[in-house]
């Protein structure tokens, strides 16, 4: 079959899927250089797109309403989008090497597609129909800001405010490692930093600074009050939370550790955290 001119057929009439032959072809702008964070960070939000990578977090996009902009696949994994309604969006195919060529990286679940970037709401919008938040600050690494949106979709937080130099959760790791959960909690930039922490308390949250400090009250203690609408504040891996942010909180509180270990990574205590002040939260 020419190339360009792969065919298949969905609600009985033809769609184009063009087979790509030159890693360099420009049609894959969208998709050079993954693996480059920084080129990366400075292309996609200025060109108001992102990167799903797997068929899984790819149709999860689409459900959530994000625009396609084009598909990127395996020839031998064309078939896997033959129920999809690609709309506009043209369909790309090519070899496993031309992919790695283009992308820096083996692409081993064979899909990609680049996705138009929705507007995001603001921090008012989303504290005003949220009952239990998590606050991240400085949180920076794409592994641990797409396991925190894991775990607060899967445990029952309503959104996520992120300070202005927190990692982007639509970068492709963030979405990859967040299973596309990411499109499924809310979020919004918390700004100006940290001043503005004083508007989530003023939205009638409770803000809960984690800490390993002294002074701090083990999580399970927290009083009924303190539960009831709590913003979960949480700090980068090492540093953790600055001064300035501990300051603008309204209790301490600490994941309990045993055999002298200090603290857990920053997704895993996300994750203890959001269980334990749901924990008695009707299924």
């Known amino acids: 079959m020419p190339a360009g001119d792969l065919r298949r057929v969905r609600q009985n009439r033809p769609v184009p899927v063009h087979q790509i032959i030159d890693p360099d072809d420009e049609r894959l702008a969208d998709y050079r250089a993954l693996t480059?964070?920084?080129?990366r960070t400075r292309w996609e939000p200025p060109h108001g797109l992102?990167?799903?990578e797997g068929e899984l977090v790819l149709r999860r996009a689409l459900r959530a309403g994000y625009p396609a902009r084009s598909y990127l696949v395996d020839a031998k994994r064309v078939d896997q989008l033959a129920d999809l309604d690609t709309g506009?969006?043209?369909v790309y195919a090519a070899t496993p090497d031309v992919l790695q060529r283009a992308t820096g990286f083996h692409v081993h679940r064979g899909v990609l597609a680049s996705f138009r970037r929705k507007p995001l709401p603001t921090a008012a919008e989303v504290?005003?129909?949220?009952?239990?938040?998590?606050?991240?600050?400085?949180?920076?690494?794409?592994?641990n800001v797409g396991a925190i949106f894991r775990a607060v979709?899967?445990?029952?937080v309503d959104a996520v405010l992120l300070s202005p130099s927190c990692a982007d959760p639509l970068y492709r790791r963030s979405v990859r490692v967040s299973m596309g959960e990411v499109f499924a909690v809310p979020y919004a930039t918390l700004a100006p930093w940290p001043d503005a922490l004083g508007d989530v308390r003023a939205a009638g949250f409770t803000v809960l600074a984690m800490t390993p400090a002294p002074d701090a009250v083990p999580i399970q203690r927290l009083d009924p009050a303190a539960r009831a609408r709590s913003a979960l504040l949480l700090g980068a891996e090492g540093a953790g939370l600055t001064r300035a942010a501990m300051d603008g909180s309204d209790v301490r509180v600490v994941i309990p550790m045993r055999r002298g270990v200090d603290s857990l990574n920053v997704a895993a205590a996300t994750a203890v955290a959001c269980w334990e002040l749901g924990r008695d939260d009707p299924m």
């Open 153 to 156: 979709a899967g445990l029952g």
């Open 127 to 143: 504290l005003a129909t949220a009952r239990r938040v998590v606050i991240l600050e400085d949180v920076n690494n794409h592994t």
């Open 36 to 39: 480059d964070v920084e080129l």
């Open 88 to 90: 506009e969006a043209p």
């Open 50 to 52: 992102f990167i799903a």
